[in-house]
Antibody, heavy 120, light 107 residues
Framework: QLQLQESGPGLVKPSETLSLTCTVS??????????WGWIRQPPGKGLEWIGS???????YYNPSLQSRVTISVDTSKNQFSLKLSSVTAADTAMYYC????????????WGQGTLVTVSS | DIQMTQSPSSLSTSVGDRVTITCRAS??????LNWYQQKPGKAPKLLIY???SLQSGVPSRFSGSGSGTNFTLTISSLQPEDFATYYC?????????FGPGTKVDIK
């Protein structure tokens, strides 16, 4: 059974960089035909796709965040990571990592989520 | 970006009722429409992908239909565990966007 688990600091100061890692177990991140992505949800609000990547390194970002986002993969550790720079209070959210099949790009496996608060 | 809207935003209903939620896209997305269920404090769960395909393990009382810009999620007979928030999501083109959600609660 595929499992995803987010990890990283729960508190980040304004203007600093948010860094999260998603560890995948029960399956290889290097399998063909899957994207690995990040989605966030501010408290009490809806879902926002941040970006996705293929194990080969190809990345797709939400244009609204593209200038601040980097998603990378470490296939040797079966992990992928999110970095979001210059954070503000508006970046406070539950951050989820998830897998999607390339087509039709539905997110079929999700991590439990990790709450990141941006505050001094 | 493709904008997604959902109606209603919330509905109060009873166990055993038939529930229909509508999702509309700002442009044609063919059948690239997915539905998720989210319960408080939990990650979203994929119910329906490609507009009408039932995700493995999801009860058959859930069904999806539509193509182009108009889509529906139907729960044929609402069960106690179905009280949750439901989101649609388009996967036709990046950025992949979600609808604002429909909260289904107990009347």
């Amino acid at each position: 059974q595929l499992q995803l688990q987010e990890s990283g600091p729960g508190l980040v100061k304004p203007s600093e960089t948010l860094s999260l890692t998603c560890t995948v177990s029960g399956g290889s991140i290097s399998r063909n035909n899957y994207y690995w992505g990040w989605i966030r949800q501010p408290p009490g609000k809806g879902l926002e796709w941040i970006g996705s990547m293929y194990y080969s390194g190809s990345t797709y970002y939400n244009p609204s965040l593209q200038s601040r986002v980097t998603i990378s993969v470490d296939t040797s550790k079966n992990q992928f990571s999110l970095k979001l720079s210059s954070v503000t209070a508006a970046d406070t959210a539950m951050y989820y990592c998830a897998r999607s099949v390339v087509v039709p790009a539905a997110f079929d496996y999700w991590g439990q989520g990790t709450l990141v608060t941006v505050s001094s | 970006d493709i904008q997604m809207t959902q109606s209603p935003s919330s509905l109060s209903t009873s166990v055993g009722d038939r529930v229909t939620i509508t999702c509309r896209a700002s442009q044609s997305i063919s059948s690239y429409l997915n539905w998720y269920q989210q319960k408080p404090g939990k990650a979203p769960k994929l119910l329906i992908y490609a507009a009408s395909s039932l995700q493995s393990g999801v009860p058959s009382r859930f069904s999806g239909s539509g193509s182009g810009t108009n889509f529906t999620l139907t729960i044929s007979s609402l069960q106690p565990e179905d009280f949750a928030t439901y989101y649609c999501q388009q996967s036709y083109s990046a950025p992949f966007t979600f609808g604002p959600g429909t909260k289904v609660d107990i009347k």
